[in-house]
């Protein structure tokens, strides 16, 4: 157990339905961050925070995915219109400091689209 | 972003020490090399990294070669809890992200 958990740990929904994921980091830690993962590929990058603020987005993040972290502590990743691509691991990572500092990572939660 | 190379998968056998290769020819001098592993089921976890000198840690020892083209990290003694994809990333101070390649799938033989 890193300290960093992601509420649910699986999520069915049927095409076109919204979800939203949870994130609560390590609760010292200003940096969070979304990575998502498909089958046989290593995590991919989506987006991070430095307490409430958004520092950057990766071109994987459409309109139907919205991340926000209001008060600095935990964080939601929310995805409308849900598309069977969407399918993957979502991961969360949290860290301290600034630049290539260790990510301690949640256990993710698994999207399955129907 | 500089990349890695490492081997699709790799089998050891319990008990005995496991080498993992890393090739990162375009490494620039203000790279660091870092290593996570991702067991079953799980989120990755931070393994080790070093910039130009051998690295040690309860973990794992990270060798890193004279002209820093190429890496291996080093399980002393592997038990069945090692099975795991091991990634070799390189990272700038300034990055915050993480970029992941596919990673090395090691296998750990009774």
């Known amino acids: 157990d890193t300290g960093v958990s992601q509420d649910p740990r699986h999520k069915i929904t049927k095409r076109g339905q919204n979800v939203t994921f949870r994130c609560d980091p390590i609760?010292?830690?200003?940096?969070l961050y979304w990575y998502r993962q498909t089958l046989g590929q290593g995590p991919e990058f989506l987006t991070y925070f430095q307490n409430e603020a958004q520092l950057e987005k990766s071109r994987l993040l459409s309109d139907r995915f919205s991340a926000e972290r209001p008060k600095g502590s935990f964080s939601t990743l929310e995805i409308q219109r849900t598309e069977q691509g969407d399918s993957a691991m979502y991961l969360c990572?949290?860290?301290?400091?600034?630049?290539?500092?260790?990510?301690?990572f949640g256990p993710g939660t698994r999207l399955t689209v129907t | 972003d500089a990349k890695t190379t490492q081997p699709n998968s790799m089998e050891s056998n319990e008990e005995e020490p496991v080498h993992l290769p890393c090739n990162h020819s375009?490494?620039?001098?203000?790279?660091?090399i870092h290593w996570y592993r991702q067991l079953p089921s799980q989120g990755p976890e931070y393994v080790i990294h070093?910039?130009?000198s051998n690295v040690n840690n309860r973990m794992a020892s990270l060798a890193i070669a004279e002209d820093r083209k190429s890496s291996t990290l080093i399980l002393h003694r592997a038990t069945l809890r090692d099975a795991a994809v091991y990634y070799c990333?390189?990272?700038?101070?300034?990055?915050?992200?993480?970029?992941f390649g596919k990673g090395t799938r090691l296998h750990i033989l009774p």
């Open positions: 375009t490494i620039s001098g203000t790279d660091y």
């Open positions: 990572a949290s860290s301290t400091g600034q630049g290539a500092t260790e990510q301690y």
């Open positions: 990333i390189l990272r700038v101070p300034r990055d915050d992200k993480i970029i």
């Open positions: 609760s010292e830690h200003n940096r």
């Open positions: 070093g910039l130009t």
